[in-house]
């Protein structure tokens, strides 16, 4: 895993040195340390050049961003989190009052692959320095709005030290330039559904007279912050790149997984397990494999399925497979869930999923259905087509397949669809949206036995002979 450590700087020239070289303490575990300066005027740009120059030889190179003009902590992070390259990111202020030492106890959730995001607790330790009462007050006020909002248990969302997997920060944009960063960041990971842990670090707080800058005006402004995170994170647009439809709706997950149940064997491999929604539901097979080619994911599912004896982790890509390790007329089912609508050779990187089965085995496909809805919201998905029944069916001939059924998933969702591809041409999505799509489909489900031969989702079961 490659961590990657962010320093926000502003007017932070005492500490700087002593900050970065805590840091450097940690370097054995680290991949790189940006830091960032906020426009300082107190000499921190100097200081920060000398260090750039001590450390731009070390194995693990300090890189400095230097931002004419100040704005605030909010867009010192966005900033260097345009040049981070690690996989997680652990955003470290330049005081001294959180200290590198804990890194270890905030990366092993995220080592164990069982977290996302991880947040420090400056309440949860168990010796701490006395503060003040009226931060305390005031902290506990912010928090339980924003935990309200964002409906999560935190103790402490104002803390410093917050750890990021990139994968997760890559989905959400952030406004605030302040300190209104830290409630709306948490909002919007919140929404996401990702795995958010908080563990205990220590806190050496600073009084004013030592350059503590956060005050009252910036508990309004968070206020602001998590209000406006709060409305965003409902109706504003999502970047659709990346893992698309699968990780943003569950209800859409667990409608696939009740559509195919029936086609499943026990050795199953999922193509494309991506962030691992419908693979969850698939564990209660003989073996399970998980393909993904994508490095970052990979990563996150190896370390989730750690230590599971029947399931493993392959890195493989459709369009470039490597000579099949052991895989090839292994499984009774291979489940390819919205893949090949991303792939030019379509019909080869069905032929590569054919090799993998054993005669008699399944393959299941799950793609977007009908060539006359394609339009911008595709596009945004990154989808080369849709599927019509037809077409789909000639690719799985010619892998050498025998198609058992085709059905469609979730028709009252073509109008919508075709509403904002075709005639609205909109090419974003919000949580509004998803959600909109999810009640499509639930009263879909009421249509019952009655299955219209539409439906935004094709679900076709092949069979090898
Ligand atoms: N206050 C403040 N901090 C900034 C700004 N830009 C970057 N930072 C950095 O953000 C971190 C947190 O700031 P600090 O004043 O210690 O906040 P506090 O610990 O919450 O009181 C420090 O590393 C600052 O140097 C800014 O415009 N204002
Ligand atoms: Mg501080």
């Not at 599971?308 to 493989?316: I, M």
């Not at 496909?365 to 029944?389: E, N, T, V, W």
Request: net charge positive; with cysteine.
């Amino acid at each position: 895993m490659k961590v990657s450590i962010l320093i926000p700087v502003y007017n932070e020239r005492w500490t700087l040195r002593e900050i970065v070289r805590r840091v450097y303490e940690q370097s054995e575990r680290l991949h790189e340390v940006l830091v960032v300066d906020d426009g300082s005027t107190d000499g921190s740009r100097q200081r920060l050049e000398e260090l750039a120059a001590r450390y731009a030889r070390h194995r693990c190179p300090l890189r400095a961003i230097y931002k004419e003009r100040n704005q605030g902590k909010g867009a010192a992070v966005a900033e260097g989190l345009s040049h981070v390259t690690g996989d997680v990111v652990i955003i470290q202020d330049a005081d001294l009052e959180y200290n590198p030492r804990d890194y270890p106890l905030l990366l092993k959730p995220l080592e164990d692959g069982r977290a996302d995001v991880v947040f420090g607790s400056r309440f949860e330790g168990s010796e701490k320095k006395a503060l003040f009462f009226w931060h305390m007050v005031a902290n506990k006020i912010l928090t339980l709005l924003c935990n309200f909002l964002s409906n999560l248990n935190l103790t402490d969302v104002w803390v410093g030290y917050k750890v990021f997997r990139l994968t997760v920060l890559r989905q959400i944009s952030l406004r605030s330039r302040g300190f209104g960063f830290e409630p709306e960041v948490t909002i919007k990971i919140a929404r996401l559904g990702c795995r958010i842990y908080e563990v205990p670090i220590n806190y050496e707080g600073r009084g004013y007279a030592e350059g503590k800058k956060i005050g009252i005006k910036d508990a309004l402004t968070g206020i602001a912050a998590m209000c406006r995170a709060w409305l965003e994170s409902r109706l504003g647009s999502l970047p659709a790149e990346g893992l698309g439809w699968l990780s943003h709706s569950l209800s859409y997950a667990q409608a696939l997984y009740r559509e195919i149940e029936g086609s499943l064997g026990q050795d199953v491999i999922q193509i494309g397990a991506g962030d691992g929604r419908l693979c969850r539901m698939l564990l209660d097979r003989d073996e399970l494999a998980l393909a993904e080619k994508n490095a970052g994911l990979l990563m996150q599912l190896e370390q989730a399925y750690r230590g599971w004896e029947y399931v493993r982790v392959v890195s493989l890509d459709l369009e470039h497979p490597s000579p099949a390790e052991g895989l090839a007329g292994h499984f009774d089912t291979v489940v390819c869930a919205h893949v090949l609508e991303r792939i030019r050779d379509d019909a080869g990187a069905i032929r590569v999923m054919a090799q993998l089965l054993k005669p008699g085995g399944r393959l299941i496909l799950a793609l977007p259905a009908h060539g006359r809805l394609f339009g911008p919201p595709d596009r945004a998905f990154g989808h080369l087509r849709r599927y019509d029944g037809r077409v789909l069916a000639e690719r799985i001939a010619s892998a050498g397949l025998e198609i058992e059924t085709a059905r469609y998933l979730n028709p009252l969702g073509v109008p919508v669809w075709w509403l904002n591809s075709r005639v609205l041409g909109r090419s974003t999505f919000s949580h509004a949206d998803y959600s909109l799509y999810d009640w499509c489909l639930r009263l879909s489900r009421c249509l019952g036995r009655f299955e219209p031969p539409f439906g935004l989702t094709i679900l076709a079961v092949a069979r090898k002979p």
